[in-house]
């Protein structure tokens, strides 16, 4: 009982302070972001947002094109899907730092409910060219499945940002675009993510069936997914993707993951695609698609503390620190899974994702370096450019994570599944800053989207009525 007085004497002298506004739960879990990130999104939304001008409604995209439409031309590709999902997932991450987030985020919102993919009708055409009188799909209406699977996300995090009791239901469109990759995009005989909807119509023996993109391995997402529309299948895909990413890394030792990965029909095992399997001789190798996969895998640890990503983090820290001597600026543009370099250059999009597998680890001084690199590497394209952005959130602890339909146990906050004095004492500590909360969410005990010392008091009347 002397540590419940003390409490409640706490409690009043505490009462008294300022409370802040607007401060939604999302935020609690976050850390603010650094002045070289946000100086960054300036000039990256400056850069890369534009308005689709052919459109009486208001619609943004990512121009990822070096080259302007011009008289001459038949037309330009302008975007992809990709850079959709990526441009959605960076305006509602910096909606606290961005007045003018939400109408951005609503115009790209626009556009992609404009081109549907004539497959999955939530799920988004790949590719739009302008051709001087307005943007149209380009190269077949079909999907790619890592810009479905980051538009979903990104709407999950405007409904955890913005709600969705305004114009657009984020919360419903999400589920509606995770349904449709599930239908459209998931293989159900091995339970993996496919290249895109178009691999709907192929059949089981096909070597399209079975192939898979280890850039789309974005496994932070999956449980999410799980958890907002309870189909546990997501959980199977879960589990499937890191099977194909253990086999790897287990057998090559470096952590690098191929581009393109297919299906041995005779052993059944999934290894590296033969070379101009989809795109070019180096399919097989470790290339500008899983140039990601140290940020999109290494995610999964940051955020949910998966065990196999942090060996994939690590396994895959070691081979690059052991490669580059230690110095970020040899880290070169492509690698064959053994380690050897495909190329004598660098690229910012093969850098900045050993950002966040450095993470995973102790290593801070290699960290620090990668960070330091990244930061200081100058203007580049579309795509150095956006991953920059995006792993400069995430390291920051800036990335959001989207409420969910999980089962919440009001006021335990330490996540002990028990709600006692000690989830108190938990609360109070945040309140002075000295500790995060487990659970916050478990912390809005009065559900006003906001927490506060009236949480706290209302914890405290919880327990009183417990002793009695």
């Known amino acids: ?21 607007n401060c939604r739960v999302y935020a609690e879990s976050r850390k603010k972001l650094t002045t070289e990130t946000i100086e960054f999104y300036n000039y990256w ?10 459109t009486d409604s208001v619609q943004y995209y990512v ?17 992809v899907s990709e850079a959709h999902g990526y441009g959605m997932l960076i305006t509602a991450a ?32 790949w590719q739009q060219m302008d051709n001087g009188r307005q943007l149209v799909d380009s190269n077949g209406a079909d999907s790619a499945t890592d810009g479905d699977l ?26 509606d675009i995770i349904n449709d990759i599930m239908e459209y995009e998931v293989n159900k005989t091995d ?9 709907y119509y192929t059949k089981e023996g096909d070597i399209e069936y079975s192939a898979t993109r280890a850039s789309d391995f974005i496994v932070q997402y999956m449980p999410i997914f799980a958890e907002v529309t309870g189909d546990d299948r997501w959980l199977k895909v879960y589990d499937s993707t890191y099977n194909i990413i253990n086999s790897i890394v287990d057998e090559y030792g470096t952590g690098i993951l191929p581009d393109f990965i297919v299906k041995d029909e005779k052993t059944g095992k999934f290894i590296p695609s033969p070379a101009n399997f989809l795109e070019s001789d180096y399919d097989g190798y470790y290339y500008y698609n899983s140039c990601r996969t140290p940020w999109r895998i290494s995610m999964d640890y940051l955020i949910n503390n998966n065990k196999d990503a942090e060996k994939f983090a ?34 910012l999009c093969f850098t900045a994702p050993f950002m966040l597998a450095a993470a995973c680890g102790n290593n801070t001084e290699w960290h620090n370096a990668v960070r330091e690199t990244v930061i200081d590497y100058g203007e580049d394209v579309y795509f150095g450019d956006t991953i920059k952005m995006l792993c400069l959130i995430v390291d920051d602890g800036g990335w ?25 004492v938990a609360m109070q500590n945040y309140l002075l800053g000295r500790e995060t909360l487990a659970d916050w969410k478990a912390g809005d005990v009065n559900a006003d989207k906001v927490i506060d010392v009236f949480d706290l008091c209302r914890m405290k009347n919880m327990i009183l009525s417990q002793l009695k």
Not at 160 to 175: E, F, K, L, P
């Open 191 to 199: 339970w993996i993510l496919q290249l895109g909807d178009w691999a």
């Open 63 to 79: 121009w990822y094109s070096d080259t302007p439409y011009s008289d001459n031309t038949a037309g330009v590709e302008v975007t």
């Open 1 to 21: 009982m002397k540590i419940l007085n003390r409490i409640l004497a706490f409690g009043l002298a505490l009462a008294s302070l300022p409370v802040m506004e």
């Open 314 to 347: 690590n396994t895959i820290t070691s081979f690059i620190v052991s490669s580059t001597k230690g110095d970020p600026s040899e880290i070169k543009a492509g690698y064959t899974l053994d380690g050897k370099p495909l190329e004598d250059y660098d690229d």
């Open 94 to 125: 910096m909606a606290e730092y961005d007045d003018n987030a939400k109408e951005i985020f609503d115009g790209m919102y626009a556009y992609y409910k404009a081109h549907p993919s004539e497959t999955g009708a939530n799920l988004m055409a």
């Open 150 to 175: 980051d538009i979903a996300y990104a709407l999950l995090m405007a409904d955890s940002v913005w709600g969705s009791d305004g114009s657009i239901n984020y919360r419903q469109s999400a589920i």
């Open 400 to 424: 959001i994570v989207p409420e969910t339909n999980e089962n919440t146990r009001i006021g335990d906050v330490n996540k002990d599944g028990r709600f006692t004095i000690a989830d108190v």
């Open 45 to 54: 939304k400056d850069k890369y947002i534009v308005p689709d001008k052919y």
